[in-house]
């Protein structure tokens, strides 16, 4: 019986699809639309072409989880692979979507072994999973928005970025919208400020005279009256839209946080120390449910890109960070090691130790964030809450440091 091979290039709006043989003949080359109607064609005529595993570059979207329902085997290989092997295929170095999805079929045929298909994740993963990377895109915007909004207000009124200390806090983007320019707030005095404060819930340690004097104290920027009022209504339409995005990442935060508090493996992970809603929220979405994804410790450090990679050739050897890798895994990692140093002794004494070897901050973190990643493995193997108690290492340093 034949076996047959197919890869996808993905694309915004078509995406090429291409299925093999097993001896690399090309039985079938088609292209599809991104929608409903599409996804439905792609399953019909791979069915019809007998084929059960598909290789395609990004692990995860609507064309990944649509073959995955098909029943399809879905294996994703990385973008530097395909880059590294089109060589193989072709020597003037250039590009079409059809030549990457032959290219990902036939590296489907002869190296399928080496890669990991991917594992249909349940409901609730991908629920949060799409909860938590919405959430991570839109933070990613806010701090667009508010470096704009602090540039522009650092040009006609660099007052209005220095009053408080986040220029994307609700007060500072009431303040704006309500003086988006100096002239508006020439007549401000303490008991204006006062009562402002007062009516946006100020809960910040400066008094109103300390406010104002932040406020007067920051240089003063010489432009033209026209210049300043339309600077004026720019910022007061960033200070609208930056503050209905708070209100919405606020929102969408809640929900995140009482999401992950219903899965068995989130409150797991909450279980470590200054872990978090949020932060357990963010390892869990990545890291999923299916335990058959990796095959140790090591693997999964690797995924996370907090393992290093050690080049070896004869007599030299380097070792250098690890740039392939789930980005947003390790981000989620590295502050749940970064936060986890300040309610753990142990996990302080490791970010010492790596400290003390010469390691800066961020390589250090990494160091802690490897260091727990083996608790956490073994933890979400077992599918135990973590136990200072039970945590060898801690308990050893414990018994170190009171004996």
């Avoid at 609507?62 to 020597?91: C, Q, W």
């Avoid at 933070?139 to 009124?157: I, Y």
């Avoid at 819930?201 to 010489?222: F, M, N």
Wanted: charged share 20%; proline share 4%.
């Amino acid at each position: 019986m034949s076996t047959f091979f197919a890869g996808l290039d993905w694309a915004s709006r078509i995406h090429a699809v291409c299925v093999i043989d097993e001896h690399a003949s090309v039985c079938v080359q088609f292209e599809i639309n991104h929608d409903a109607a599409g996804l439905s064609e792609l399953r019909r005529r791979l069915i019809a072409s007998g084929v059960t595993a598909v290789a395609i570059e990004r692990p995860s979207g609507l064309m990944v989880d649509a073959l995955l329902e098909g029943g399809f085997t879905v294996v994703p290989i990385h973008p530097n692979v395909v880059k590294a092997t089109r060589p193989r295929y072709r020597s003037h170095g250039g590009k079409s979507d059809a030549s990457d999805a032959y290219l990902l079929a036939d590296l489907l045929r002869t190296d399928g072994h080496r890669f990991q298909p991917l594992a249909a994740q349940g409901d609730d993963i991908r629920t949060l999973r799409a909860l938590v990377r919405g959430r991570d895109d839109l933070v990613a915007t806010r701090v667009q928005l508010a470096n704009q909004l602090r540039c522009l207000l650092q040009s006609f009124w660099p007052g209005a970025a220095e009053i408080f200390a986040d220029i994307d806090s609700p007060i500072s983007l009431a303040f704006i919208q309500r003086y988006p320019t100096p002239e508006s707030a020439c007549r401000l005095g303490p008991k204006r400020m006062a009562a402002f404060c007062a009516q946006h819930a100020y809960s910040g340690r400066r008094s109103a005279d300390e406010l104002l004097a932040r406020l007067h104290q920051a240089p003063a920027v010489v432009i033209g009256e026209l210049e300043t009022e339309a600077k004026g209504e720019l910022a007061l339409s960033l200070a609208r839209i930056l503050a209905r995005l708070v209100a919405q990442i606020r929102l969408l935060t809640s929900r995140i946080e009482h999401h992950v508090s219903t899965i068995d493996d989130g409150r797991l992970l909450m279980s470590f120390p200054r872990a978090g809603q949020v932060c357990a929220a963010q390892i869990l979405a990545e890291l999923g449910s299916v335990r058959e994804r990796f095959d140790s410790d090591e693997h999964l450090a690797a995924e996370a890109g907090v393992a290093p990679v050690t080049y070896a050739s004869g007599k030299s050897k380097a070792v250098t960070f690890r740039w392939a890798c789930n980005h947003r895994l390790r981000a989620a990692l590295t502050c749940m090691a970064d936060n986890s140093r300040h309610a753990s002794h142990w996990a302080a004494h490791v970010y010492a130790r790596a400290r003390a070897r010469g390691c800066d901050h961020p390589h250090a973190i990494r160091i802690l964030a490897r260091a727990w990643l083996r608790v956490i493995w073994r933890a979400w193997i077992d599918r135990k809450h973590y136990d200072p108690a039970q945590h060898r290492a801690a308990q050893m340093l414990l018994q170190t440091a009171t004996g």
